[in-house]
């Protein structure tokens, strides 16, 4: 075979459905000269306590600027443990918690961590494309489990998903896309099947503190009590959303037991030798900000609660998301597919959304782990995806756009 006629396997990995949009709405502020109002990214118009910046300024004329350890500045890892703890209700050490170049980092690194040969790993059927994309990097065979009225897996479900060669059932709450808080009940079944099952859990908990209805629970506070060399869950949190810390890059990983903190310390000093030394004064800081972190989660709460309704109102919102933040409307009764229905928005109204059926990429792989064709949920072709994170003024202006193209297709 000619070396041209050779496909590098990363090369049939599909690129995420946001990447798309992002060029589509760059495009249209050129050509236009007019802003888009972007909802479709994942952005907040709040920025990070003043402290933070401070913090990370005086690191780098104090001369902290040289490596630390591959897991990351001590001092951080012991004032993440107590944040674990009072938290999060986690017990950890700081010898099982490494500060990642941002929680996707985090995640790959950790799916790194324990893949084994034709593992597969069951993710959401609606989920964060860059998941998808982690899954395969590593090289595990994704399988996805269904979800239920209102996006919420049931557990019988998920356990019914499950094959002999599963290995890794992965848990997002609150969830990008849809929104959804896994309550306690569910999320104690869950464990209780992946122990059973003799699977590892991963839990993606980046939207940890936006929580508009019920509470957060963190999967891994519920085996406390367990001893640690037979632990199963594995956190991954982010300092991006919290502290609307995006571009520092910053998050963290708490693996479940020693062994996988061990795999992890090889992964990482194979892959980023350590995270940025200033950044991660930064993120000292920013724990202490107790109150920006509650301020941030209110100035959320407040645009999904004032700005949302009239998308439910209009029957394209079923119900407001109980966390995280997007929120994931139907426009089927447009008589429009997602895709055209955000075209025409962008073209139209100068509005950027994202087409559901891109949260729901299903590969099918040959048997070295290539991707040899790609599907995609029929039932998502109608949803979009829309971001509330932004200013209440441009979400203002994006959802009240978002219904006079409505009433402009209704009228066609
Ligand atoms: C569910 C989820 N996890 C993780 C991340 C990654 O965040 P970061 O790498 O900025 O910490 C995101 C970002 O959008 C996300 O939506």
């Known amino acids: 075979m000619e070396s041209r ?28 000269g007019t802003e888009v109002v972007k909802l479709h990214v994942g952005d907040p118009y709040f ?45 950890t050490a700081v010898s099982r918690v490494f500060v990642t170049p941002g929680s996707a980092q985090g995640l790959t690194a950790l799916l790194r961590s324990i893949v084994e040969p034709g593992a597969e790993i069951l993710l959401p059927e609606l989920h964060w494309p860059v998941h998808l994309q982690q899954s395969l990097f590593a090289g595990f065979r994704p399988v996805f489990y269904p979800l239920g009225p209102g996006f919420r897996p049931d557990p019988e479900a998920v356990l019914a998903a499950g094959t002999p060669r599963t290995r890794v059932l992965l848990l997002n709450s609150p969830a990008n896309p849809t929104g959804v808080v896994l309550d306690a009940d569910t999320v104690h079944r869950l464990l209780e099947i992946a122990r059973e099952q003799g699977w590892q859990v991963i839990s993606d908990e980046a939207y940890e503190h936006y929580v508009y209805e019920g509470e957060h629970t963190s999967v891994a506070a519920l085996e406390r009590d367990v001893p640690v060399a037979q632990r199963i869950v594995h956190s991954v949190y982010s300092f991006s959303k919290s502290a609307a810390m995006t571009g520092y890059r910053l998050g963290y990983v708490v693996t479940a037991d020693d062994r996988t903190a061990d795999a992890m310390r090889v992964v990482q000093e194979a892959g980023i030798i350590a995270p940025s030394t200033p950044v991660q004064y930064a993120g000292i800081a920013a724990l202490h900000a107790r109150s920006a972190i509650e301020s941030n989660a209110k100035l959320v709460s407040h645009n999904r609660n004032e700005l949302l309704p009239p998308l439910r109102d209009a029957g394209l919102l079923a119900e407001l998301p109980a966390g995280g933040w997007y929120a994931l409307l139907d426009v089927r009764k447009t008589g429009l597919d997602a895709e055209t229905f955000s075209s025409r928005l962008l073209d139209s109204k100068g509005v950027a959304v994202v087409p559901g059926a891109g949260f729901t990429l299903r590969p099918t792989l040959g048997d070295t782990g290539r991707v040899l064709s790609l599907d995609s949920a029929p039932w998502a072709r109608s949803l979009i995806r829309i971001a509330f994170c932004g200013s209440p003024e441009l979400l203002d202006i994006g959802v009240k756009r978002i219904l006079d193209f409505v009433r402009d297709l209704a009228a066609e």
């Open 47 to 91: 920025d990070p306590p003043a402290e933070v910046a401070d913090a990370l300024h005086a690191a780098i004329r104090r001369g902290d600027t040289k490596y630390t350890s591959v897991e990351g500045v001590l001092e951080l890892r012991e004032a993440l443990v107590e944040k674990l703890s009072m938290e999060n209700g986690l017990d």
């Open 5 to 32: 006629d050779r496909v590098p396997l990363a090369a049939t990995i599909p690129s995420s459905c946001l990447h798309e949009i992002f060029r589509a709405a760059e495009v249209r502020e050129r050509e236009t």
